[in-house]
């Protein structure tokens, strides 16, 4: 039976025969690589050594990169003695030297190509902004129980446009005292924003308690003494604010040093914050939540 000799391994055999040379090559010349970095290469000068340095055909590389860092590919080419060097090794013999001279624009050219690589893959899978989340996604999240002892995720762009819709809102509920009548909520939802980031408070959160507390801006008591979060003196009675900013800025302050480290839920926090009712029944979280419902829009 005759072999039939495919193109196929044709080129594997060619590979091999290559791959032999190139050993046989090494082990002739005592060409080791890895070697400390003090350590110096020598070659046969003599004219009867079986493989001097202008008779090594070992040439240079040319890494082609494919999409990923693994798949590195090396051509192997016939030319004049050439011989790649490495960090760790220091080579004295002097046509070895420009000979690896050559060779060192291919290899460069070969890192820019894998440095390119790399630098197109990170710009496809750019890393998510930690702590940005879409309305909708806070909006599924929201719970009786949720954690607000933590900014909302809300950018400040759409926290403002919540705070601007927000009169607008409590008006097509109906209530009985006209809401935010100095319009605070859409001139000062970037500092109530700004508090939620500085004191890691839930700035939605914050927001509703000024709507339960001080019906949404408009109590009357509450605009006398600058107070729309309830907080009490010593006395069991109002605190008097220079303004409205003092009065968030303090309630805010107040909920991280004396609440948050333990509280996270409406429920916890209403605990401590706020009494109950006659029948022993804590409602004060049932209010704040609906406030925060009635902000997102839910």
């Not at 495919?6 to 040379?21: D, F, P, S, V």
């Not at 809401?179 to 909520?185: C, H, I, S, T």
């Not at 605990?271 to 925060?292: A, H, I």
Request: one cysteine or more; proline letters at 4%; a positive charge.
């Amino acid at each position: 039976m005759k072999t039939i000799v495919t193109n196929e391994k044709r080129r594997l055999g060619g590979k091999i025969t290559c791959m032999i040379a190139m050993i046989a090559i090494i082990l002739a010349t005592g060409f080791f690589l890895r070697k400390p970095a003090n350590a110096e290469m020598t070659y046969p000068t003599s004219s009867t050594s079986a493989a001097s340095a202008d008779s090594i055909w070992f040439i240079a590389t040319e890494i082609a990169m494919n999409a990923t860092e693994s798949s590195i590919n090396i051509e192997v080419e016939t030319a004049p003695a050439v011989i790649a060097s490495t960090p760790a090794v220091v080579v004295s013999n002097p046509a070895v030297v420009a000979s690896m001279s050559a060779v060192e624009p291919k290899v460069h050219k070969a890192m820019k190509k894998l440095n390119a690589t790399k630098s197109k893959n990170s710009k496809k899978s750019p890393k998510k902004k930690k702590g940005n989340i879409s309305l909708e996604e806070y909006k599924k999240g929201m719970r009786i129980n949720m954690d607000v002892s933590k900014p909302s995720g809300l950018s400040k762009k759409v926290f403002i446009n919540l705070l601007k819709q927000l009169k607008a809102k409590i008006l097509k509920l109906g209530p009985d005292i006209p809401p935010d009548p100095k319009g605070l909520y859409k001139k000062d939802a970037a500092f109530i924003w700004e508090l939620g980031q500085k004191y890691q408070v839930d700035e939605v959160f914050l927001t509703a308690i000024t709507g339960h507390e001080g019906a949404w801006l408009g109590f009357d008591l509450a605009i006398e003494r600058n107070n729309f979060t309830g907080q009490m003196n010593n006395l069991s009675k109002l605190r008097s604010y220079s303004s409205f900013h003092a009065n968030l800025e303090a309630t805010a302050k107040n909920l991280r040093k004396n609440y948050l480290g333990t509280r996270k839920t409406l429920y916890q926090i209403n605990t401590l914050y706020c009494e109950p009712n006659e029948k022993g029944e804590y409602t004060w979280y049932k209010g704040v939540y609906g406030c925060m419902k009635t902000i997102v829009g839910d």
